[in-house]
Each structure stands twice: as structure tokens, then as C-alpha cells.
């Protein structure tokens, strides 16, 4: 065998194959590197989310026990609600009485019959018969005043009619203005 002692020119690569190789190469990399940002950008907004919902864990156990004292408060209030609706104020029943007294017609006693019916009587003298009738006759237009009774009429030791009458009244007349 001959030895030869010219350098024989070495044939590349052609420049397509290279220039496809190192494209290759560049999107291997994005393609890596991408794949690293996204999978780092998904455990730490993994992370992110256990520490919210833990925190949303608390608030809504938080939540819970203000839900729990509000309905005890809410409770409360409702049976005081309750109590104040079924409680009767008399006070109403003299402001009304007293608006349309006429002159020379006192009242001088008052029971009040705690049922369904609120039903009151009340006593009281007048100089004659013809004012107590002309009370019992102002006492009519009163829209309050659902049925009346004159139950007794009887003259008394210094010439005055004393009278007493019955009064069914609106139960509207006893609430409390809230």
C-alpha cells in the first residue's frame, strides 16, 4: 500500500443539514426551557393556592362562629320582638280618652280587662244625663273604639249622674310605635 502524503480535502456536512441540526437544537431548548418555566410557575401558584385555602379555611371557620352568635343576637331579638308586640300600652288608652273628654264630664276610675276582646270600662259622673250621652256620642266617631256599652247610670249623693261604660277597642290602640 502506497502512502500518500497529500492531505486529502475532507468533505462537511452540507450547510442545510448544520443550519437544520442547530434549528433543531434552538427549539429543543425552548422547548425545554419553557417546559422548566411553566412546571416552577405551576408549583409556586400550586403553593400559592394551598396558602389561600388554608387562609379560606379559617375565614369560614371564622364565618361560622359570627353566623353563630348572630343567630343567638337574632334570637334575642326576635323573642324581645315578641315581647314588646304581645305587651299592652295603656298609655295610648288615656291620651285618646283625654283628647276627647268634653267639659263637665270627669272619669274618676278605670279597669282594663287583659283578654282578647281589649276590653275596658271606665267610670265617671257629669253634670247631667244629656252630657254623658253627648260623650258617649263624641266616643262613637272615634275609629278605635269597635263596640260601646253604657252599663250603668245611677245619681250619686251631690246630684251627679254617675255612669259607667264599656269599651272594645282596636287592638291597634295597645301597640308600642316602633
Known sequence: MAIELTKEKQTGAPLW??????GAAVVLIFFIGTYVYFFIGISHANSKIKQLD????????NIAQKE???AFVQKKTDDFKALVASHKNLNNIFALLEKDLIPNVSLDG???KSSANNLIS??????SPILIGQQIEVLKKENFIKNMALSSLSSNEKGEVAFKVDLE???KVFSFQI
Open 68 to 70: 353563630q352568635e348572630l
Open 17 to 22: 443539514e448544520v443550519l437544520a441540526l442547530l
Open 110 to 112: 278605670f279597669n282594663y
Open 54 to 61: 388554608a387562609s379560606v379555611a379559617d375565614l369560614n371557620k
Open 122 to 127: 271606665f267610670t265617671g259622673t257629669a253634670s
Open 169 to 171: 277597642l282596636d287592638p
